[in-house]
């Protein structure tokens, strides 16, 4: 499954003003955390997610770590 960052933008609609970034499945304009967001809001990768945390819905990001536990590039394999 791949995921993707959405943002919520200003009630007005302006696409240049992003209140919150949402994470959803795909492309879909549900986030997990339920909330509809609009198909013209900005994208980023959900690796982004780590970059501006205040700025991240805290509901998507918990749900988010539940579907997939850790990025891969952050851990080094152990050898023994």
Known sequence: MMHQMRAETDPTGA????????IVRNADLTA????????????Q??????VD???NCHTCGALFLRETPYLPDEHDEQTG
């Open 53 to 55: 945390p205040d700025h």
């Open 32 to 43: 997990l955390c339920g909330r509809e967001l609009e198909a013209a809001a900005p994208l």
């Open 15 to 22: 696409t240049d003003s992003v209140v919150s970034w949402h």
């Open 45 to 50: 990768d959900a690796t982004r997610w780590t």
